[in-house]
């Protein structure tokens, strides 16, 4: 055992050591019109060789290192508390999502612009998980390709915008609609699939989506985007300084304050937020119904479910379709807030970010994939100090939190539908 | 009301099933036996729709039936349980039955949704109907915890009661008593009989207890290496030469 660590440490260090000594340790520098390769200095190379020590100590005794972390989570007094009553538990998330959400509510008015505008992104992140966690979490169908759907909400709005002059109120349906037909279409064909060989297709069906976008020029633009998309308006109330659209009037003038660029911002975040509820509480919904059980049933045990009379076609697209609507709404608020779309936002890094808050979350919990979409969308801006190097911070965070809570932050426990033993009684 | 004629079923070189014909009356228990690996299952599996036959017709009520999708197949009223128990193990007792009214709940998203007053009132049947059920096969106790939980032989009770909640026309239990103590059995033999006189459901079983086939079938069909070997009464087949020396045995 022991020469065994001893050779496996060795091995760690010498990879280590092969990763970051090139990385770190030379640098490309610009002189004049030539660029030149220079060694790191004195410093960076004993923090490399140190890190290589650092590594070789951890694995050589990483049986000792590993039992004292086994003991830690006894110091959490919450670990081992018994799970609570069905009742009880969602009584508490209900108050705790109300405060959330009355927190939400107020917070803008608060922050600086560039809080609420981050904040955005996170609502639209917690929408898009939402839907995904549907197709995945519930249905247990792995779609890698969830980013399409997004991308046809987005495009929709942009290229109606650009050759109808459609409004963000009336791009909203459209686009969430549009893409859950497209979900309903990518449905069809992989329908027989299961597990890896579904991942791979709609791999696939994502790439071609965003290929198209690239390539179809004279209509998307390719990859010089769609710009000029509109924000969205209240009441025929614009948030620009000056109207933009005739029989339209702007809101600071409507109510006699000066003109702010929050408004429009704060707005957007509202918006979002509206429809990150609609999305939650629809989803939520759906989990009780009759639609919802036949997702799990079929994820558990496709042939019984059959048996019975379930039918996989209409349960697989339902989920589908049902996932990538959520995308499309997603994508319209995306691309209004932006104001700027271009197919580099839909790249498959994208589709994983988004099975990544999922999975951290806990596949098919809300609460869970709430609280993930905050954290992966907010720890990368966060960590924005470490600049080159945050991304990696990101990767390290996701690692350990895969290893200490392989069931994500807060995994999923059914709401169950309980019979009342008087009625069984009779 | 079931009629299987000439039913043949190949995999590559094997002939699994060849030229097998057995018929369901209403009203009446019929069951299958046979040495292990005969095509019994298969059988099962054809006439559910898990397999399409290479030869040969099953009708039901009249209507031919070989081929069409499984799930088409148990909505007509032809539902079946499976040799290896099949719950939804991660959904509670109450779930698993009501997973299996999705067809009688089919309502639309919207009315679901804002929970109209007629979603609200089919949701309360539907359970309504799970509870009468759970208190038949005697799971009421155990109705709102996990499926996967239950004893073997409660998860076999549970199985049976998911199929009756469908109002299934024919019922086709593979191998109900397997694994099951004689008490359990007892309990089994006494609920299929129910089963046909008080719910008017007519049952195909597979079996190897054998005094749970000879209890409770109105008729016994005998299978040997995909052939039909016998058909006729209990009392028939007790004392067919053929069927004694390829399953029963001499005693």
Known sequence: MAAYNFKHALFSAIVTLIISYPILGFNLVSEGSSVVLKGADAFTVVGVFIAALVVFMFQLFRDSFMAMLGRLPALNPLANLPPMPQKKRLKVESILLTLMLIAALFWPFMASRGAVDLATLVLIYIMLALG?????????????????????????????????????????????????LFGLVLGFPVLRLRGDYLAIVTLGFGEIIRILLNNMTNLTGGPNGIGGIPDPTLFGMEFGRRVKEEGNTSFHETFGIAYAGEHKVIFLYLIALVLAVITA?????????????????????????????????AVKLSAFTIGAFFAGFAGTVFASKQGFISPESFVFLESAIILAIVVLGGMGSQMGVILAAIAVTILPELAREFSEYRMLIFGAAMVLMMVWRPQGLLPMRRIHIELSPQRGDR | MLEVKDLSMRFGGLLAVDQVSLDVQEHEIVAIIGPNGAGKTTVFNCMSGFYRPTGGQILFEGQEIQGKPDFRISRLGLVRTFQHVRLFSQMTVVENLLVAQHRHLNTNLISGLIKTPDYRKREQKSLDRAAYWLDRVGLTDMANRDAGNLAY???????????????????????????????????LNQLIISLKEDYNVSVVLIEHDMSLVMDISDRINVINQGRPLASGTPAEIRQNDDVIKAYLGEA
């Open chain 1, 132 to 180: 995904l966690n549907v197709v995945v979490g519930l249905a247990g169908l792995l779609d890698l390709g969830y980013v399409a759907f997004y991308a046809v909400g987005a495009y929709t709005f942009a290229l109606l915008s650009q050759y109808v002059g459609i409004s963000f109120w009336l791009a909203l349906p459209t686009g969430a609609l549009l893409a859950a």
């Open chain 1, 281 to 313: 509480l629809i989803i939520r919904r759906l989990m009780r119904m009759p639609v919802g059980r036949a997702w799990e049933a079929l994820r558990e045990d496709e042939i019984a479910s059959r048996s019975l009379g379930l039918s996989r076609t």
């Open chain 2, 153 to 187: 032989g409660q998860q076999r009770r549970l199985e049976i009661a998911r199929c009756m909640v469908t109002e299934p026309k024919l019922l086709m239990l593979d191998e109900p008593a397997a694994g099951l103590n004689p008490a359990e059995t007892k309990d």
